[in-house]
């Protein structure tokens, strides 16, 4: 296939660990063959090349957290004909949303050095408050092969197949012993959107809401089992306030903890 | 394609003038960054490594905060070396509770650290510093011409992806590491089925060592101070004192008492110094230097096989040291699952009380320092953290200074080039280094 008609695909970093973006690099039996199908266009952490937009799909990792950045995000979208989020980061604000629910003072009293250098707004907002987004992929990080699924499907014009239910139907899928009934280890499985198979309880562990919220989660009965397990007001707020803390369910429950 | 050697020097059409080398968006490293250097006549006058990368304040939020949640949170500093802030900072805690990770555990951790430095390195040395040496924009354009090569190192970066995900659930920000221990162990027979991977990659880990040691290599020794763990018995992972090669030695509880940090105007990252004597290095290249009696007698061999026998001054050639850390990493591996017996219990259990711990230890860019002040409930009141990055950042800006006025006749696009690589000798992390604190805030 000739080079100019292959999709263009763009991979943009806003504020972020990279993890998400090196789930691409991951993929070690599929790149090359992935590449074989379309053409790396903007991928800083892995090319020195830029080709320029318009992009036939970009790949966003990261939240926003500068005034720089929310400019740079419009002219993303601009040039994208789908623009698809990547993590928890660009889902949900990320662990960098933490900051949100602190008074900035907090931070400005920390200060010790030369704070006019730095540029950074108050709050760690997720790319869908600032531009459309097509479609968003869960997960602290994704799951690779979710986002190889996500990949094809956009090039194929076709929906991608990415379940919505819990994690705790993974566990049953999975028949792993219930970590809470068993050894009432608190776990958000039940309101903790599906894509990693249920790692954490497979790991005698229970799962810490990595993937975010699912649809319509019912956070209020999975506190009020926390706190007959001997939970407490401050243990339930962290639970909920993660790497996914700014995302509107646990966001209002980790805020009726607090 | 650049000619057979790239670095040679060419005649000298050199005009007196100004010149300025810019890069805006660093590739091939992680973060973001940009190059600024600005020479007049035959001088270079101005060395910017800007970090633009926003800050995400880590150290902030982590107060208030369990100590249990430090190494899932400190995790999300970096996705290509999480395992290195979960050990910093479990060795840290665990230093500041006064409980010492012993036996199996202990080995689990070394193996799990062998899984991350060999995908990190081998993601630099294939992916991100190889292309620079053979003049291609990235890995892929590279397998156009080299494809067994290429598809060597993502299967050598998958062994270690593999080690990491078999021990702590997935390659990325692994959910088994806890203050104490694990959350989950295994049995040996379950551990061995990495075993016949890990053999072909061993193998194939020399052959990158021979591989990478017949790239062209520009001559340029510096006499850096490289500082690195040191640990009497073993190749430093997560314990040792930190030593140099100019009379440092010091435990981590000293380490803030030797050096410091600068905020300056075009980083968003800070720069560590040495109290007394500035700019250090940190990475492969220091604790090969400081370590290489310590290495496998196989690692030693194939150093030795390409002419390095433990002093290695040239940056540039720090892809040879990565790759024989991999190799060392491979063999290391292979030797902690051969003489692994399950532990009768995946973690020692710890309890809340006041503490103040420290520790560093080796990520695969070298010292990642972790200071954790904790109150009696298991609060964390004070956290602090010291990437590699940071430390390496004044050292890879002196390196412009000196390595630029030797090669001004080349081209604007070459010069460009090879300031880039020279920047890509550290592999430097950039969203590393720029989780920390100081921060001038707008309302959104
Ligand atoms: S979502 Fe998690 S893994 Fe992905 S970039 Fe953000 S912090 Fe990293
Ligand atoms: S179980 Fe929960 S915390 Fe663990 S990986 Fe899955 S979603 Fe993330």
Redesign the pocket.
């Known amino acids: 296939m000739a080079e100019r008609s292959k999709p263009k695909v763009a991979v943009w970093k806003f504020a972020?660990?990279?993890?998400?973006q090196l789930s691409l690099l991951d993929c070690e039996d599929e790149l090359l063959a992935v590449a074989e199908e379309i053409q790396i266009a903007n991928f800083p952490e892995a090319s020195r090349e830029v080709i320029e937009g318009p992009y036939d799909v970009s790949l966003v990792?990261?939240s926003v957290t500068t005034p720089h950045d929310r400019e740079r995000i419009q002219m993303v979208r601009k040039s994208s004909k789908v623009l698809i989020t990547?993590?928890?980061?660009?889902t949900a604000g990320?662990?960098q949303a933490l900051r949100n629910f602190k008074d900035v003072k907090d931070f400005i009293n920390t200060v010790y050095a030369n704070p006019e250098f730095i540029d950074t707004l108050d709050q760690s907002t997720p790319i869908a408050d600032h531009v459309k987004v097509d479609f968003e992929l869960r997960?602290?990080?994704?799951n690779k092969m979710q986002l190889v699924e996500v990949i094809n499907a956009f090039l194929n014009s076709r929906k991608p197949n990415t379940p919505p239910h819990s994690t705790c139907i993974d566990c049953k899928l999975e028949g792993n012993v219930c970590v809470m009934v068993a050894q009432g280890t608190p776990c958000l499985g039940p309101v903790t959107h599906t894509g990693c198979g249920a790692l954490c309880p497979t790991y005698n562990r229970g799962c810490y809401g990595c993937f975010g919220p699912k649809e319509t989660p019912n956070t209020n009965s999975l506190s009020s089992w926390l706190k007959q397990s001997g939970a407490n007001d401050d243990q339930m707020m962290r639970a909920f306030r993660g790497?996914n803390a700014w995302s509107e369910p646990f966001r209002k429950e980790s805020e009726s903890h607090d | 394609m650049p000619g057979p050697n790239r670095f040679e020097k060419k005649a000298n059409l050199m005009t007196k003038k100004t010149r300025t080398i810019k890069v805006d968006y660093l590739a091939r490293v992680e973060g973001e960054g940009a190059l600024y250097l600005k020479i007049q006549d035959d001088q270079v006058v101005d060395v910017k490594l800007k970090i633009f990368e926003p800050p995400r304040f880590f150290e902030a939020f982590l107060q208030g905060r369990d100590f249990r949640e430090a190494p899932d949170i400190t995790a999300?500093i970096c996705?290509i070396c999480p395992v290195a802030y979960q050990m910093s900072a479990v060795h840290a805690i665990e230093n500041g509770l006064g409980i010492r990770v012993e036996g199996p555990l202990r080995e689990l951790r070394r193996l799990l650290y062998c899984g991350e430095w060999i995908e990190s390195h081998v993601l630099h040395i294939y992916m991100l510093h190889a292309p620079d040496f053979l003049g291609y924009q990235d890995a892929i354009q590279m397998a156009k011409d080299h494809k067994e090569i290429v598809q060597r190192g993502l299967q050598m970066k998958k062994a270690g992806n593999d080690i990491v995900a078999f021990l702590g659930g997935r390659e990325?920000?692994p959910v088994n590491v806890r203050v104490g221990g694990f959350y989950k162990v295994f049995s040996k027979k379950e551990l061995s089925s990495l075993t016949d991977k890990l053999k072909w990659a061993r193998d194939a880990a020399w052959d990158t060592v021979l591989w990478t040691s017949q790239l062209d290599f520009p001559d340029f020794d510096r006499d850096y101070e490289f500082i690195s763990l040191s640990h009497p018995d073993e190749y430093p992972f997560n314990e040792g004192r930190l030593i140099s090669n100019k009379g440092l030695n010091i435990e981590a509880s000293e380490y803030e008492d030797h050096f410091e940090e600068e905020h300056v105007a075009h980083s968003n990252a800070l720069h560590s110094v040495l109290k007394e004597r500035g700019a250090y290095f940190v990475g492969p290249m220091a604790r090969f230097n400081l370590n290489f009696d310590r290495l496998s007698p196989l690692a030693r061999e194939s150093a030795r096989e390409v002419g390095l026998n433990g002093a290695c001054t040239n940056p540039f050639k720090s892809i040879v040291v990565r790759s024989i850390e991999v190799l060392y990493a491979f063999d290391e591996a292979l030797r902690i699952i051969e003489t692994y017996e399950k532990p009768e219990r995946p973690f020692i259990e710890v309890e809340n009380k006041e503490a103040e711990g420290h520790a560093f230890t080796e990520a695969p860019r070298g010292m990642l320092y972790h200071r954790y002040k904790i109150d009696g409930d298991g609060k964390i009141l004070e956290a602090n953290i010291i990437p590699p990055t940071s430390q390496n950042q004044k050292t890879i800006e002196n390196d412009l200074w000196h390595y630029v006025p030797d090669h001004l006749d080349l081209t604007q696009e070459e010069l460009t080039w090879q300031c880039e690589q020279a920047i890509r000798n550290y592999d430097p992390c950039i969203s590393c280094a720029t989780h920390f604190l100081k921060l001038n805030v707008e309302r959104v």
Do not use: N, V, Y
């Open positions: 972020s660990c990279d993890g998400c990792e990261g990547i993590g928890a980061c660009a990320g662990i997960g602290c990080p994704i790497f | 999300r996705g990325i920000h």
